[in-house]
């Protein structure tokens, strides 16, 4: 962390990357104690996979609380056009400072954080335009800090940053349902339900007729391994399976684009 801090006094720009799905539980709360006073822009990435006229309400709550944010989908590049602009407006003000006070103009540095697995570096490659950082889906695939040179700009890649404090059980079962935590500290079959239960309250239905069973049903899992035939030697159904299984299609955004919270 003290290293990590060192790296980011010399930034002019910090970018908070976080999962569309669920902006707020994928705040990092240690951007404030690393980023004091630094300018940042929030990242919806992922936006693709969530609900978009959910994502629109999340970018006005998080304006309306004085924050720049702005959504992205970083695997098809949606919103870096923007980004660009936004980028190139922010070295000119940064610039025109350094003139201000008699120094030359340099290139803006800039540092992408975020908690594991919300796509930072499928964002950077997608702002580069080439593979450069490692990119991966187990959490925290990024080992060390490094610069990477993009024209005029200099981007500081970082480990995700988990939250040290996870004191709520919703937003445990949030983070474990998008992938952000590792699912073998959890158990699968609760965090399953718990996304379903999630998912019945905000689209109801939806679980339901992609699958062809009744969501409320507490057999849910029961009849979606009988369903697609997911068995135990014995013949039991395997609900493991199938609750792995639709974690699966929820996290690549086959049962649709869906969002897990909603603004206050």
């Known amino acids: 962390m003290k290293r990590l801090c060192q790296y980011i006094k010399v930034v002019d720009l910090v970018f908070e ?20 006073g630094k300018s940042r822009l929030l990242v919806l990435n992922k936006a693709d996979l969530a609900d978009p006229s959910v994502t629109e309400k999340w970018l006005s709550f998080f304006r309306q609380a004085g924050e720049k944010a702005l959504a992205v989908d970083s695997r098809e590049g949606k919103g870096f056009r923007r980004l660009s602009f936004l980028l190139e407006n922010f070295s000119k003000e940064v610039n025109e400072k350094l003139r201000k006070k ?6 803006l540095r800039a540092a992408v954080v975020g908690v594991p697995n919300v796509g930072k570096s499928t964002f950077i490659n997608r702002l580069i335009g080439r593979r450069i950082a490692s990119v991966g889906n187990r959490p925290g695939i990024t080992k060390g ?49 718990r996304l379903l239960q999630l998912l019945e309250g905000f689209y109801p239905g939806v679980v339901g007729n992609y699958f062809g069973i009744t969501p ?24 493991d399976r199938a609750a792995r299984f639709l974690l699966e299609l929820f996290q ?6 869906l969002t897990l919270e909603r603004p206050c």
């Open 216 to 239: 409320g049903d507490d057999l849910f899992l029961e009849q979606l391994a009988l369903k697609k035939k997911f068995l135990l030697p014995d013949g039991v159904p395997d609900q």
């Open 145 to 193: 800090p490094q610069w990477i040179r993009v024209g005029k700009v200099f981007l500081l890649d970082t480990p995700g940053m988990l939250p040290p404090r996870l004191e709520s059980e919703g937003v445990i079962f949030k983070l474990a349902a998008v992938g952000v935590l590792k699912m073998e500290n959890y158990d699968v079959m609760e965090v399953a339900n």
């Open 252 to 257: 690549e955004g086959r049962l649709g684009a």
């Open 102 to 107: 008699g120094r030359k103009p340099r290139e």
């Open 17 to 36: 990357v976080v999962d569309a799905r669920c902006p707020l539980s994928s705040r990092s709360p240690q951007i404030e104690q690393l980023a004091p």
